[in-house]
């Protein structure tokens, strides 16, 4: 079972930063956060990892609370590109493989 | 090469054939697995390999059979299918046991069973 909470959908104006938010209370103290999204029928494109520390690379910044119970994805200037299925995955090193929630549903609007 | 290559992009078959869906990666990594998209929903895991043996498979019917060539090949084998195994199968590849960028997707299969 997935071990991520999401909210189903959201829509968020061009041009104006996305926040997608992500709750992980149970999560291991050696397991990763990744996020992922997919656009219409294409396959999952990975965004941005981070353990502890917040991260941002070219895509995206990931701010992940110190209890590490709960994260934020951040696209500081949505476009109508990003619209897609995101995704929050939490997995630890060892024998463990990707299993995929429902995600959100992001809708950017012109 | 940073890509994971899926053929067929699109395939329509019979409940009585017997078709292949190719992988193919040439990033070195020494996992690959297999995962089902149903419409509106999230992709599911069927099978891993892993150092070229299958290590994961989740309760998938015998009517998919994968199989891993070499560590670059994934294969799924499909015969009798039936239409509700239509959906969009998806390959990965990672490094087993690494902290990276994760899994590798590839853009799909959309397979529909008539």
């Known amino acids: 079972d997935a071990k991520t909470t999401q909210p189903p959908s959201m829509d968020c104006a061009e041009g104006r930063a996305a926040n997608l938010p992500c709750n992980h209370s149970t999560i291991s103290g050696n397991e990763y956060v990744y996020w992922y999204r997919q656009i219409h029928s294409q396959g999952p494109q990975y965004i941005i990892h981070g353990l502890k520390n917040n991260e941002t690379n070219e895509m995206a910044s990931l701010i992940i609370t110190e209890d590490r119970k709960s994260s934020t994805l951040i696209l500081p200037h949505a476009t109508l590109r990003d619209t897609a299925v995101y995704y929050c995955i939490v997995r630890g090193l060892y024998g463990q493989n990707f299993v995929f929630g429902p995600g959100t549903r992001l809708s950017v609007l012109p | 090469d940073t890509e994971v290559t899926q053929t067929p992009k699109h395939l329509v078959m019979g409940m009585t054939n017997k078709k292949s869906l190719k992988c193919e990666q040439h990033?070195?990594?020494?996992?690959m697995y297999w995962y089902k998209q149903k419409a509106k929903k999230p992709p599911e895991l069927m099978f891993v390999?892993?150092?070229?043996?299958?290590?994961i498979n989740e309760s998938v019917p015998s009517r998919f059979s994968p199989e891993c060539p070499n560590s670059s090949l994934l294969n799924l084998h499909l015969h009798a299918l039936q239409p509700e195994d239509s959906a969009l199968y998806l390959c990965?590849?990672?490094?087993?046991?690494?902290?990276?960028?994760?899994?590798?997707f590839g853009s799909g299969t959309r397979l529909t069973v008539v």
């Open positions: 390999y892993s150092y070229e043996k299958l290590s």
């Open positions: 990033m070195g990594h020494r996992a």
């Open positions: 990965a590849s990672s490094q087993p046991d690494s902290d990276g960028y994760g899994y590798t």
